[in-house]
């Protein structure tokens, strides 16, 4: 497992846009983004694995959000723009090995939208 540590959540009006970043203490193969919000399930939001770097998007996020890593500083980013207040949720960093579980996930960081 490696240490995730999530940043860039806070409170913005829809239609604008937030950055999360998430850092890693290790390189890992497989790395994602998921969501949950209040009274909802987890969701997937975004993945992009480390070679080669295909990203993948949950079709409610598609043409706003944008993930990118740089694997110099193992850190997964998500550029969120267009904001809607369905988005507000945790949203959490998880890593995983090639074919398995993701089993390393970061404490959350909250953002809120606002209509």
């Known amino acids: 497992q490696v240490q995730l540590v999530e940043s860039g959540g806070g409170l913005v009006q829809a239609g604008g846009s937030l950055t999360l970043s998430c850092a890693a203490s290790?390189?890992?193969?497989?790395m994602a983004w998921f969501r949950q919000a209040p009274g909802k399930e987890r969701e997937f939001v975004s993945s992009m694995s480390y070679g080669p770097q295909t990203a993948s998007y949950a079709d409610s996020v598609k043409g706003r959000f944008t993930i990118a890593r740089d694997i110099v500083t193992n850190t997964l980013s998500l550029h969120m723009n267009n904001l809607k207040p369905e988005d507000t949720a945790v949203y959490y960093c998880?890593?995983?090995?090639?074919?398995?579980?993701?089993?390393?996930w970061g404490r959350g960081t909250q953002v809120t939208v606002s209509s």
């Open positions: 998880a890593a995983r090995g090639p074919g398995t579980d993701f089993d390393s």
């Open positions: 290790a390189r890992t193969y497989f």
